[in-house]
């Protein structure tokens, strides 16, 4: 992807939310009770804590919801200020600066009934577009029942057509499929996801897991109960300080292009800020996905933890336990990158230069 198109699409995320979100500063008793709450929070040994304390970022082992699920979690103590990483949070740098996003683009509140949503497929992603016009229930693609006969409809107006052609239409008509989702979405919320077919008649509900990754959010003792209710009931009873965005996602997947739909939430006090990614759709490899990130103010600083969750059949199976085994050591690693990046972000020199 070009430089300039990521950087403009970057300009996207750069909202500013601070002035409503997080208040100058909170006492130092505070700080205290807060990072007590959420060292409470995080199952970890005394030994991390120490490394905690230390600067280290430390992994922790997170209880996974079901035999699909993959969960990882990570923290830090970083020593700046608590309203820096409330920005970097706050303003999507999280997405903006991940690098294995190739293209991101945000989906306006309002879009006409016809709108596309997400990218077109490059000529080298034409094989791809044209297999959603032969889609049959199964994991290469996650499509609901109605949504593979969408896609057959178009197929005849494919067929006479050229090839290049063809693959305009598939991708066409995907797109348009995205669309629908966000819209079903954002007027009923988990409720009106659509499952994923498989062979055999058989289903995958990404709600499931989604519902069951909500609950990251109500350990917190501090936004946590009524965050946790907003995820459940999205788009009801909205509480006034979360601030909830739309993006479609592409990335390169199994050496496949994957976009998948994004519901980001961040919601703030006056002490700590949670941003929750919750991906509501995705293309293939995997059913769901949701990431909490938090930051909570401590007297060296401030505490962040990020706890990630990832529903894929891929584990399921002959050797699923060695299967899951791998795929929580990549998903450990990308963690870890992510984490690595805000921190270099955030601990980069500043120019002392006057303007």
């Known amino acids: 992807m070009r430089r300039s198109s990521r950087a403009g699409a970057a300009g996207l995320l750069a909202i500013s939310l601070l002035t409503d979100l997080v208040a100058p500063g909170i006492a130092p008793a505070?700080?205290?009770?807060?990072?007590?709450?959420?060292?409470?929070?995080?199952?970890?040994?005394?030994?991390?804590?120490?490394?905690?304390?230390?600067?280290?970022?430390?992994?922790?082992?997170?209880?996974?919801?079901?035999?699909?699920?993959?969960?990882?979690?990570?923290?830090m103590i970083l020593p700046v200020p608590m309203g820096e990483i409330a920005d970097y949070l706050a303003s999507g740098q999280l997405i903006a600066q991940d690098d294995s996003i190739s293209d991101f683009g945000a989906v306006p509140d309002e879009a006409p009934t016809e709108n596309l949503v997400g990218p077109r497929f490059s000529r080298g992603e034409r094989e791809e577009a044209e297999g959603l016009l032969v889609v049959s229930p199964?994991?290469?693609?996650?499509?609901?029942?109605?949504?593979?006969?969408?896609?057959?409809?178009?197929?005849?107006?494919a067929d006479s057509s050229a090839k290049t052609a063809a693959a305009e239409i598939g991708s066409g008509a995907y797109r348009r499929l995205l669309h629908q989702r966000v819209q079903a979405y954002r007027q009923g919320g988990l409720a009106a996801i659509a499952p994923y077919a498989?062979?055999?008649?058989?289903?995958?509900?990404?709600?499931?897991?989604?519902?069951?990754?909500?609950?990251?959010?109500?350990?917190?003792?501090?936004?946590?109960?009524?965050?946790?209710?907003?995820?459940?009931?999205?788009?009801?009873?909205?509480?006034?300080?979360?601030?909830?965005?739309?993006?479609?996602?592409?990335?390169?997947?199994q050496r496949r292009p994957h976009v998948s739909l994004l519901h980001r939430i961040v919601a703030a006090d006056s002490g700590s800020i949670v941003h929750v990614e919750r991906y509501f759709y995705v293309g293939h490899s995997f059913n769901a996905n949701e990431i909490l990130t938090g930051a909570f103010a401590h007297r060296d600083g401030t505490l962040v933890f990020s706890i990630n969750r990832v529903s894929t059949d891929e584990v399921l199976g002959l050797g699923n336990q060695l299967k899951r085994a791998i795929g929580r050591a990549q998903l450990r690693d990308e963690m870890r990158t992510r984490l690595d990046r805000l921190q270099a972000f955030l601990m980069r020199p500043r120019s002392t230069q006057s303007p």
């Not at 205290?32 to 230390?54: G, K, M």
């Not at 996974?64 to 923290?75: D, H, K, M, Y």
């Not at 199964?138 to 029942?145: A, E």
């Not at 519902?211 to 909205?238: I, K, N, S």
């Open 138 to 157: 199964g994991t290469r693609f996650n499509l609901s029942s109605a949504e593979i006969e969408a896609l057959r409809a178009v197929r005849g107006t």
């Open 30 to 75: 505070a700080e205290t009770s807060v990072v007590n709450e959420v060292q409470d929070l995080l199952p970890i040994s005394a030994e991390q804590r120490r490394r905690l304390v230390r600067g280290e970022v430390v992994s922790y082992s997170v209880t996974e919801n079901s035999e699909r699920e993959l969960a990882v979690g990570f923290a």
């Open 198 to 253: 498989r062979t055999g008649g058989a289903v995958t509900d990404p709600v499931v897991d989604l519902r069951l990754a909500a609950a990251d959010a109500e350990r917190l003792a501090r936004l946590g109960p009524e965050l946790h209710a907003a995820l459940l009931r999205y788009p009801a009873a909205q509480p006034p300080q979360m601030v909830n965005h739309f993006y479609w996602i592409k990335r390169r997947i």
